[in-house]
């Protein structure tokens, strides 16, 4: 029995990330995260004190539950704990050409970057993904420096953001600029240090350089994840795979497919055959066909839904991404989309954010010509 890090010790012991959290805590016990280490005897402690629970009828859920509901007040309970988990939405962020599409390839065992226009990403894309861990939805982003727009877009949608920095190339422009967007979004980020086949890659002066965008790795006594990885190879992906999940259950991602629909567009193009086409990332409730949407000052009526694999869906819950057909003209990526009762209803709302708008532009115009009489006189 060696040193273990404490979610590998949560899942030996049939408790979640959280829980093993709390229990740690309620022992006193200092920590960085779920991924930092334990020595030997804590762990042989922390399991008889799980062992010692189990068998006087408490599970270990029960007993840090209890610790917990003794330590504070019932109102502390989780809100809206009834609404169950839905699967985390990870933004794919880094410099041009380090590796961010081929990262997605062998996650998704496809091959979508030998098919692009120049291999360089233009827009964001976003799919889901069945992995060992559970479904997970990956957008990836383009890194050349014309789409940082987009970029930020990417951002503030995601649950957590994957930083891919090339072992060969280390932090760059758009590395800078990624860690700033997942930080201004708060967004957990972990750093995929990508191509570490190569021979020229140098993981640890990757890691060195991070420590001037004020990012630590664990291994330096940080908080910051770092996975060493080959999208090549496949190296170190199921590792990157497991910090994603373990993020994500810390995060303890929810959401009610039972709820008022909310989605955002992710992009959208105007097909010569099919019109417009619009990527919906659904965040909240679910869209059905047949709906209507609004979004902006546009609303469209739900014609048709595919998911991320080209299939014909009716209907998509919490963190699904669909390509939509409906609107009459191209939604704005990034844009917030929600649902109208009916037709009547998506009119009304459209055409109250028009008059808003107008109105708001009218005052801006007054005032202005307003200063301009008081300073042309
Ligand atoms: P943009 O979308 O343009 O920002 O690029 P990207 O980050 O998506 O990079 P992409 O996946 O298109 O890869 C760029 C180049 O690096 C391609 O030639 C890939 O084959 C190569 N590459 C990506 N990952 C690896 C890796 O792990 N090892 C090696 N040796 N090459 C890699
Ligand atoms: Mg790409």
């Known amino acids: 029995m060696s040193k273990i890090r404490i979610y590998a010790l949560a899942k030996e ?3 979640d990330n959280n829980e093993m959290l709390e229990l740690l805590d309620s022992m006193g016990v200092s920590y960085k995260s779920a991924s930092s280490t334990l ?22 859920t029960q007993a840090v539950a209890a610790a917990k509901a003794a330590a504070q ?36 065992k496809t091959r979508v970057a030998a098919k692009e226009a120049g291999g360089i990403t233009q827009h964001v894309g976003a799919f889901e993904a069945q992995t060992s861990k559970g479904k997970i939805v990956f957008i990836d982003t383009p890194g050349h420096e014309a789409f940082t727009s987009i970029r930020a ?41 990508n191509k570490i086949d190569l021979p020229s890659a140098n993981p640890d002066k990757v890691k060195n350089d991070l420590m001037q965008l004020g990012l630590v790795p664990e291994e330096y006594g940080g908080q910051t994840i770092t996975v060493e990885l080959s999208a090549k190879t496949g190296q170190g992906v199921e590792e990157l795979l497991d910090y994603i999940s373990l993020v994500a259950e810390i995060e303890d991602l929810r959401a009610d497919p039972k709820g008022e629909f909310k989605g955002v567009i992710i992009e959208s193009k105007v097909d010569k055959q099919a019109g417009v086409l ?29 998911d991320s694999n080209g299939g014909r869906v009716k209907n998509a819950g919490p963190s699904t991404p669909v390509q939509v057909l409906g609107f009459s003209e191209a939604p704005v990526s990034g844009e917030i989309v929600s649902g109208a009762k009916n037709e009547h209803e ?13 109105a708001a532009a009218e005052a801006t115009t007054r005032r202005k010509l307003s200063l301009e009489e008081v300073m042309g006189s």
């Open 278 to 306: 619009a990527t919906i990332l659904v965040q909240e409730g679910t869209l059905n066909v047949g709906d209507f949407v609004v979004v902006g000052e546009t609303y469209g009526k739900i014609k048709a839904m595919t």
């Open 73 to 108: 007040p019932a109102a502390e309970e989780a809100p809206g704990s009834d609404v169950p988990h839905r699967a985390p939405v990870v933004t794919i962020m880094g410099h041009v050409d380090h590796g961010k599409t081929s990262l997605l390839d062998y996650i998704r």
């Open 153 to 193: 877009r990417g951002a503030r949608v995601a649950d957590i953001a994957i930083i891919v920095v090339a072992a060969d190339d280390s932090i760059m422009p758009q590395t800078r600029e990624a860690v700033a967007h997942a930080q201004a979004a708060k967004v957990p980020l972990i750093v995929a240090v």
């Open 13 to 15: 012991l049939g408790l």
């Open 346 to 358: 998506a009119r009304d709302i459209v055409a109250r954010r028009k008059e808003e708008r107008e």
């Open 39 to 60: 020595e030997e005897d804590m762990v042989e402690t922390i399991k008889a004190l799980v062992s010692e629970d189990r068998q006087t009828q408490n599970t270990g």
